[in-house]
T-cell receptor
Framework: EPEVTQTPSHQVTQMGQEVILRCVPISNHLYFYWYRQILGQKVEFLVSFYNNEISEKSEIFDDQFSVERPDGSNFTLKIRSTKLEDSAMYFC???????????FGPGTRLLVL | AQTVTQSQPEMSVQEAETVTLSCTYDTSESDYYLFWYKQPPSRQMILVIRQEAYKQQNATENRFSVNFQKAAKSFSLKISDSQLGDAAMYFCAYRSAEKETSGSRLTFGEGTQLTVNP
């Protein structure tokens, strides 16, 4: 069964550094999402992406965040200058055009030191 | 804005017994979807079951079933014949069906940590 994949599985970075988290969606899925989960807290929506543009974003998704689909397959989340509070699990999710269900990747565990 | 509340931070159940996890939500919309996701220690988010608000019939997936009470805005998950592998964090989530051209974000509850005792 096709799955959403994410790389890297773990990333440790220094505060102020840029990180890029990558997601490979299921092949016929057209809607893409990023969520994050700070340890011990609920899962929070960051941004959704459709037809090569952002369709919705939360208040968390400020100017230090960006998303793109550079090569038609990967879907990336970039954090320009990481802060300590960006330490979290970041999940990519995707869904088909005619389906309600979002399928999640395994997540990237980001630790900012 | 929609909110989802899970009032049970932790629950436990004996193996082979039945347990019910509670979820309530607040919305002014009439058309939406509700989901239960399971998050084992690996932290992968796994879909357990989903319910369309326009359907009166409660969804069922093998040992998992829901009690959807639209008027009460309640969406509980029942796990029958609990197994050790059911131990996980369970999240209830809401998604609007009225914004088909927008992102249709999922709004999650705080989660319920389920322990299954042998």
């Amino acid at each position: 069964e096709p799955e959403v994949t994410q790389t890297p599985s773990h990333q440790v970075t220094q505060m102020g550094q840029e990180v890029i988290l990558r997601c490979v969606p299921i092949s016929n899925h057209l809607y893409f999402y990023w969520y994050r989960q700070i340890l011990g807290q609920k899962v929070e929506f960051l941004v959704s992406f459709y037809n090569n543009e952002i369709s919705e974003k939360s208040e968390i998704f400020d100017d230090q965040f960006s998303v793109e689909r550079p090569d038609g397959s990967n879907f990336t989340l970039k954090i320009r200058s990481t802060k300590l509070e960006d330490s979290a699990m970041y999940f990519c999710a995707t869904r088909r055009d005619t389906q309600e269900t979002q399928y999640f990747g395994p997540g990237t565990r980001l630790l900012v030191l | 804005a929609q909110t989802v509340t899970q009032s049970q931070p932790e629950m436990s159940v004996q193996e082979a017994e039945t347990v019910t996890l509670s979820c309530t939500y607040d919305t002014s919309e009439s058309d939406y979807y509700l989901f239960w996701y399971k998050q084992p220690p690996s932290r992968q988010m796994i879909l357990v079951i989903r319910q369309e608000a326009y359907k009166q019939q409660n969804a069922t997936e093998n040992r998992f079933s829901v009690n959807f009470q639209k008027a009460a805005k309640s969406f509980s998950l029942k796990i029958s014949d609990s197994q050790l592998g059911d131990a996980a964090m369970y999240f209830c989530a809401y998604r609007s069906a009225e914004k088909e051209t927008s992102g249709s974000r999922l709004t999650f509850g705080e989660g319920t940590q389920l322990t299954v005792n042998p």
